[in-house]
């Protein structure tokens, strides 16, 4: 397809992201996450174009005590983090022109987390959240321009691009309810009362030394609800 259309950017959003199912199938995440944009890369040097490809905050293993900045070392703890850190090298080794673009949280889309939230809530589901995973919630539309706006200014390499702001899960749960009129209340829990195959970073959180942060989390979490009213 890409020597076919011969596109100036090729953005790459394909992803295997069930982090816990990836335990059990390393072999095929790491085709998606790995291979499958090795290739793309290849291609995309072949015929000159520029690839965005997006990565994870779960590269790193989340011991550390601050937000994860660019040239920190990655440490995944799970296959999912693996396989993408995998992605991550072999896009970069091909030598293509490669706009790297770490993330977390990405919320917006029809089954993201507050939307997932909501539906619950209105079911009249009880809701328990992890509180001491920490990640900054991030809006897909200041994500993609973002994207855009990095590719425009020619930026290489790997660039963190999050909102504002880093918090637990068990927040980012009260603060869409709350957007939306919803009483119900968010139970906080531990991770280690949420059994799950993937362990996750206690510290998912992401700051950038190459860009600026995205707008604060609550104003795009405040946008996106207003779109749903
Ligand atoms: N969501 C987050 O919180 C988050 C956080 C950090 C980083 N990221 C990264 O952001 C990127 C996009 O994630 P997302 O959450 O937006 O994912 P998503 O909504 O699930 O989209 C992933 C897409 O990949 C496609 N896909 C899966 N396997 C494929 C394959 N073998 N060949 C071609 N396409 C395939 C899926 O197609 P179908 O719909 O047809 O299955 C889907 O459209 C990924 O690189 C992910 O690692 C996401």
Redesign the pocket.
């Known amino acids: 397809m890409i020597a076919d259309r011969r596109p100036e950017v090729v953005f ?6 069930a982090v816990d199912r990836a335990e059990k199938e390393p072999a095929l995440a790491r ?3 790995a291979e ?1 944009p090795g290739h793309v890369a290849a291609a995309c040097r072949r015929h000159g174009a520029t690839l965005v ?6 590269v790193f293993d989340g011991a550390d005590d601050k937000p994860y900045l660019e040239a920190d070392e990655p440490s995944p703890i799970s296959a ?1 983090g693996r396989s ?1 850190l995998e ?1 991550e090298r072999r896009v970069l080794e091909t030598g293509a022109h490669v706009l790297l673009v ?6 917006g ?1 029809p ?3 507050p939307q997932r939230i909501l539906d619950r809530a209105r079911s009249g589901e009880k809701l328990r959240v992890v509180s001491d995973q920490h ?1 900054n919630p ?1 809006y ?1 539309k200041d994500l993609a321009a973002a994207a855009v706006e990095l590719v425009e200014d020619g930026m290489a390499g790997i660039v963190h691009a999050v909102a504002e702001g880093c918090t637990g899960w068990d927040d980012f749960a009260r603060a869409a309810l709350k957007e939306l009129g919803v009483s119900t209340p968010v139970e906080s829990v531990g991770s280690a009362a949420y059994a799950s195959a993937a362990r996750r970073p206690f510290n998912g959180c992401l700051a950038t030394t190459r860009y600026r942060p995205l707008r604060p989390w609550r104003e795009a979490l405040h946008q996106w609800a207003s779109g749903l009213k």
């Open positions: 790459n959003c394909a992803a295997y992201n085709a998606i996450n499958g490809h997006f990565s994870t905050n779960f999912y993408k992605g770490r993330t977390a949280a990405v919320f889309g089954h993201s987390f990640v991030t897909a």
